[in-house]
């Protein structure tokens, strides 16, 4: 089982709408999960982290977590052309802290 | 503030040549990881360094070394390249714990022929 779970896409989206993007984690003694957003030839750039069970929010996003089922998801209310790129979910590796990242999920909103 | 910046932004290299690329990391930040990105992937975590001291390391063989300086910056190193190790290198920074997640460079994008 890969340490990082994410389904590769692409995911299409109608923009105004609500894009999930969902996430699993082999390692339950991990406590921190990042979600990094990346545009096509450019570095990943953080754009969530939570570190405790239930819902964080900031502006349009949303990342959930649940440590019980291992899962971290992220939504994105009213999605924008902009929107469209990569999104990592990682988690740091628990044994060390180092941080693990899944392939990543391509999300294309269509106008 | 100075963010993470790598050198050299683009890289070609023939198969069994050697490679070093350069990282400076944010100011105040004493912990630098390198990762690599295929197309396609997500990055995989190669070392990383911490206080000039590697500081875990991931599944890379040995010919991936690396080097940190008493500035933080920090040197990633391939011997003897293979056509495989072509991806984007990534480095980035944090402040010696992973709490707050990293902050990544712009990275290199390497190309062996």
């Known amino acids: 089982q890969k340490e990082v779970e994410q389904n590769s896409g692409p995911l299409s989206v109608p923009e105004g709408a609500i894009a999930s993007l969902n996430c699993t984690y082999s390692?339950?003694?991990?406590?921190?999960f990042f979600w990094y957003r990346q545009y096509s030839g450019k570095s990943p750039e953080l754009i969530m982290s939570?570190?405790?069970?239930g819902d964080k929010e900031d502006g349009r996003f949303t990342a959930q977590l649940n440590k019980a089922s291992q899962y971290v998801s992220l939504l994105i209310r009213d999605s924008q052309p902009s929107d469209s790129a990569t999104y990592l979910c990682?988690?740091?590796?628990?044994?060390?802290?180092?941080?693990?990242f899944g392939k990543g999920t391509r999300l294309h909103i269509l106008p | 503030e100075t963010g993470v910046t790598q050198s050299p932004t683009h890289l070609i290299k023939t198969r069994g040549q050697q490679v070093t690329l350069r990282c400076s990391s944010q100011s105040g930040h004493n912990t630098v990881s390198w990762y690599q990105q295929a197309l396609g992937q997500g990055p995989q975590f190669i070392f990383q360094?911490?206080?000039?001291?590697?500081?875990g390391r991931g599944n890379f063989p040995p010919r991936f070394s690396g080097l940190q300086f008493p500035n933080y910056s920090s040197e990633l190193n391939v011997n003897a390249l293979e056509l495989d190790d072509s991806a984007l290198y990534l480095c980035a920074s944090s402040g010696g714990t992973q709490v707050n997640g990293y902050t990544f460079g712009s990275g290199t994008r390497l190309t062996v022929v």
């Open positions: 390692d339950r003694g991990s406590q921190s």
């Open positions: 990682a988690v740091n590796r628990g044994g060390d802290d180092k941080i693990i």
């Open positions: 939570i570190y405790s069970n």
């Open positions: 360094y911490y206080r000039e001291e590697e500081n």
